[in-house]
């Protein structure tokens, strides 16, 4: 990927670009993605200070998530009239950022960041084993390992073994983990942004409400615990989706609220495997009319797909947990999915548009 900073242009106005419109063939035709042509994306991220104070700056999460057969992450390129702005790469995971210090005294901090990236939907057969490259000892300890809020001892550990138990093989064990989460947890709506994911108190609490990052987080943990290599995505939706689900795309070009994170769990005969129980459950409470029966067939067609592909009408930033964001006095995140910033060494709400306005908005490159 490169990187490129430019200086900042006063009239900076916002990008925004009509999306593509999903071709109505292929809408509500059953949800059923497969490999196809690649779809590039160009996601302006624009972020203001409203009440600059003291020393000030920002992180803004960039793509860089590469995997041959379904997402490359191109370029980003920002302006700013910070007075320096540099790309950071997190060592763990290789999770980049752009990292913004704005002079004391400017008034009116911004910074515009414009990336592009290219993806295509994915789906895996798991009736036929593959021969796909296997772990490294280092990734297969990366991705068992258990994280601040992903651990993968006590009540974690325990909810896998019986949830696991009788299965024969990895391919049986990371499906009965995946029906285990849409059949016991349910999607919150009054949960901000895309949660927390801290899954043993979701455990303990009995629970097992949530969002994105909550409920495949929990989806992570399990099959980490169970001894299946298991990671995170986070990214955020960048177009509607082309199956006539409308709760499963950006419902317009801005996506400033479309944050999601999806799962990947690794089987030694397939490689990695695309899941989403999370969509599931938003299926559930949100495909239109809302509330569905778990035997809707939006509903059922959705917890099949959802379980070996996905529709790749979304952006992946980075797979990385426990981040500690450069020069900052706040605390350390569970996960880098929004912009952050600070003033006065005071962590701002990412969620809060009163002190933090940021604006992200995303259109279809023609190709």
Not at 18 to 24: F, G, K, Y
């Amino acid at each position: 990927m490169r990187i490129d900073r430019r200086d900042f242009l006063k009239a900076g106005a916002a990008v925004s670009a009509a999306m593509l419109l999903p071709a109505s063939a292929r809408a509500n035709s059953g949800f059923a993605p497969r490999p196809g042509d690649w779809r590039r994306f160009e996601v302006v991220t624009r972020l203001e200070i409203a009440e600059p104070d003291g020393r000030t700056q920002a992180w803004i999460p960039l793509p860089s998530v590469n995997e041959a057969d379904w997402f490359r992450s191109e370029r980003s390129e920002w302006t700013t009239n910070a007075g320096r702005a540099h790309l950071v790469r997190e060592p763990k995971y290789g999770a980049d950022m752009l990292h913004v210090e704005w002079d004391e005294g400017e008034k009116a901090p911004v910074v515009e960041v414009v990336s592009r990236i290219a993806a295509r939907d994915r789906a895996v057969d798991l009736t036929t084993p593959g021969n796909p490259p296997p772990l490294t000892p280092t990734e297969r300890a990366l991705y068992t390992a258990g994280t601040d809020l992903i651990p993968v001892d006590g009540i974690v550990l325990e909810t896998a073994q019986k949830i696991s138990a009788g299965a024969e093989t990895d391919v049986d064990r990371a499906r009965a983990i995946y029906d285990w989460v849409v059949d016991n947890t349910f999607r919150d709506a009054s949960v901000r942004g895309c949660g927390v994911g801290d899954i043993a108190a979701m455990l303990e609490s009995g629970n097992l409400g949530g969002k994105c990052a909550d409920l495949n987080a929990l989806y992570v943990g399990l099959a980490r615990a169970a001894g299946l290599p298991a990671r995170d995505v986070y990214g955020i939706r960048v177009a509607p989706s082309q199956f006539g689900y409308a709760s499963l795309g950006a419902k317009n070009e801005v996506i400033t609220k479309a944050q999601h994170c999806r799962a990947e769990v690794y089987l030694d005969s397939h490689g990695w495997v695309p899941v989403d129980p999370a969509d599931v459950r938003k299926v559930v409470l949100e495909e239109p009319p809302g509330d569905l029966a778990a035997d809707d067939a939006k509903v059922v067609e959705a917890r099949k797909a959802l379980f070996g592909s996905w529709e790749t009408n979304w952006l992946a930033y980075n797979m990385a947990h426990d981040v500690s964001l450069p020069g900052a006095e706040g605390p350390k995140l569970g996960f880098l999915m929004y912009p952050q910033a600070e003033t006065a060494s005071l962590r701002l709400d990412c969620l809060d548009p009163d002190t933090f306005r940021y604006a992200i908005t995303a259109r279809e490159l023609m190709a």
